[in-house]
């Protein structure tokens, strides 16, 4: 290990929460060389973000040749802040961060900089003013997962022959200052803007959770009834979104009533989609793991990894579903 990590290893091992899965098999002898990486995940909020989890614990395994530790901060930025540098002091090899807003990094990542360990910025991004702070970030395209779900509301309405009718949007925000919920909200407020007859009734934080999607919808809805479309940036706000209509009697989904969009497209979000509950799941893929691994293994032989790395993403309707498709979806 190249800081002196091995010192405190014996002592930290019951704390580490280690996954499961092989990517790379470790060879005979590499048992005491494992790459040490630390891994602050936002938490444990949602679907997504427990396979998101998953995934990372399975390619940075101790078969893969990887020691990890994993700390949840619970959505709380600060808890990030301490793990990232607690992962500093204690020399490990790389950083991996899932950061819980934009702003803020600067000061860490410059720590983490000065003592020579990389950082690879996953899921959401970072805004610093020196890019060279992390070396690489994996995740979606948010803006264009918008506008995939923007471009098949247009065409949804026109086939419906709405496309000139007053469209009222509810709006249900993840976690502001997030670059999901930046992203999917500047895709649709640009949407906005391009049809006059688009309004957004209201925009409504559920910070990514079902509780509080359902706890926010249902207040709004108990005062404003009249919206069409139900624009969530996750899935399981969504799912709380469909409770409150529920309990209201408001129609929705593929068979008329409101329109509802999600975000993620997990494998549950995917079953109610094919029951006609939501009408566009729109993929935000989590399954960062492999590529994190991948990116490693780059830098231990000396390769520059690309600075920026999608992952593949599409969406889903009703009509474009089955139980197989759903069945063998890994999330």
């Not at 022959?161 to 949007?169: C, H, S, V």
């Not at 079953?271 to 991948?294: F, R, S």
């Amino acid at each position: 290990m190249k800081h002196g990590f091995k010192i405190i290893f014996a002592l930290m091992l019951c704390l580490l929460l280690l996954g499961c899965g092989a990517d790379r098999p470790m060879e005979e002898g590499e048992e005491n060389d494992l790459i040490v990486v630390g891994f602050s995940q936002i938490g444990a909020e949602s679907n997504w973000r427990v396979a998101n989890t998953e995934s990372i614990q399975a390619a940075l395994s101790e078969e893969n040749g990887f020691m990890l530790i994993l700390d949840n901060a619970r959505q709380q930025q600060e808890n990030q802040l301490k793990a990232v540098r607690t992962f500093i002091q204690q020399g490990v090899d790389y950083i991996v961060l899932a950061p819980i807003v934009e702003s803020g990094w600067e000061s860490v990542l410059e720590e983490a900089k000065r003592e020579g360990i990389p950082v690879i910025i996953i899921d959401r991004r970072v805004e610093v003013s020196n890019q060279g702070l992390f070396t690489a970030w994996i995740g979606a395209n948010f803006r264009q997962e918008a506008e995939t779900a923007v471009s098949w509301l247009e065409e949804e309405l026109l086939l419906s022959g709405r496309e000139d009718e007053p469209i009222n949007i509810l709006h249900v925000q993840g976690t502001l200052g997030g670059t999901a919920q930046i992203e999917r909200s500047a895709g649709l407020l640009e949407a906005v803007e391009r049809h006059s007859n688009w309004t957004v009734t209201a925009q409504l934080v559920g910070e990514y959770t079902q509780a509080k999607g359902y706890e926010v919808v249902l207040e709004y809805l108990r005062q404003n009834r009249d919206i069409d479309v139900l624009y969530c940036e996750n899935d399981d706000m969504a799912f709380g979104a469909m409770q409150a209509m529920d309990e209201l009697n408001i129609e929705y989904g593929a068979d008329g009533g409101v329109i509802v969009i999600s975000f993620d497209a997990a494998r549950t979000a995917l079953e109610a989609c094919m029951a006609g509950k939501i009408n566009l799941c729109v993929e935000c893929n989590p399954l960062h793991g492999p590529k994190v691994a991948e990116l490693i293994w780059q830098m231990e032989e000396g390769v520059l990894p690309r600075k920026e790395n999608f992952v593949d993403e599409g969406s889903f309707t009703t009509e474009m579903l089955t139980e197989e498709l759903i069945a063998n979806r890994a999330y």
